[in-house]
T-cell receptor, first 114, second 114 residues
Framework: AQKVTQAQTEISVVEKEDVTLDCVYE???????LFWYKQPPSGELVFLIR??????QNEISGRYSWNFQKSTSSFNFTITASQVVDSAVYFC???????????FGAGTILRVKS | EAGVTQSPTHLIKTRGQQATLRCSPI?????VYWYQQALGLGLQFLLW???????NRGNFPPRFSGRQFPNYSSELNVNALELEDSALYLC?????????????FGPGTRLTVL
């Protein structure tokens, strides 16, 4: 069975601080896909990134960066110089090659204070 | 380009009634997914429809059902409502039916069962 663990329930930072959200996953599949979504108070899940299991390159997009390490089954997300608008619930998710079922972690609430 | 739309925004029903939730995918997307986000249970996969067919189903009782129409929009029906069905129901769509196709989410329907 697949499982995603986001051990940090809630994180509070002050604006401009860097923050890393942890994601650890479990799967027996050799081909799988990892995702991060952001859920602002409005409720809609906003897609941030998708990573394939065979592509361990880290990725940077503006203030966002992702560190994928198969050896530790982790897919961590870092926000550099956080802003108040980054306040949201962040979900890490996993799906295998077939079935299209996203398995989500419990989410991490990020609060960025000005 | 319009995103995934869902209606109604809020729905209040009493125990034992039936609820119908609607979803319109992003133009050009053929797959529609339904997820339940209940307090304390996180985001759970409900159903996946592609080209009018049910392709995958989560661990939910048969009173959760749905369908996809020829225009790719979808309905989720919940019969014999129970108090624990109160949740945010999120619909997502993807361009195709592969796990590599990113799922884009709508704003959700908040179902309250009294």
């Amino acid at each position: 069975a697949q499982k995603v663990t986001q051990a940090q329930t809630e994180i509070s930072v002050v604006e401009k601080e860097d923050v890393t959200l942890d994601c650890v996953y479990e799967t027996r599949d050799t081909t799988y896909y990892l995702f991060w979504y952001k859920q602002p108070p409005s409720g809609e899940l906003v897609f941030l990134i998708r990573r394939n299991s065979f592509d361990e390159q880290n990725e940077i997009s503006g203030r966002y960066s992702w560190n994928f390490q198969k050896s530790t089954s982790s897919f961590n997300f870092t926000i550099t110089a956080s802003q108040v608008v980054d306040s949201a619930v962040y979900f890490c998710a996993l799906t295998k090659e077939y079935g299209n079922k996203l398995v989500f972690g419990a989410g991490t609430i990020l609060r960025v204070k000005s | 380009e319009a995103g995934v739309t869902q209606s109604p925004t809020h729905l209040i029903k009493t125990r034992g009634q039936q609820a119908t939730l609607r979803c319109s995918p992003i133009s050009g997307h053929t797959s529609v997914y339904w997820y339940q986000q209940a307090l304390g249970l996180g985001l759970q996969f409900l159903l996946w429809y592609d080209e009018g067919e049910e392709r995958n189903r989560g661990n939910f009782p048969p009173r959760f059902s749905g369908r996809q129409f020829p225009n790719y929009s979808s309905e989720l029906n919940v019969n014999a409502l129970e108090l624990e069905d109160s949740a945010l129901y999120l619909c997502a769509s993807s361009f195709g039916g592969k796990s590599t196709d990113t799922q884009y989410f709508g704003p959700g329907t908040r179902l309250t069962v009294l």
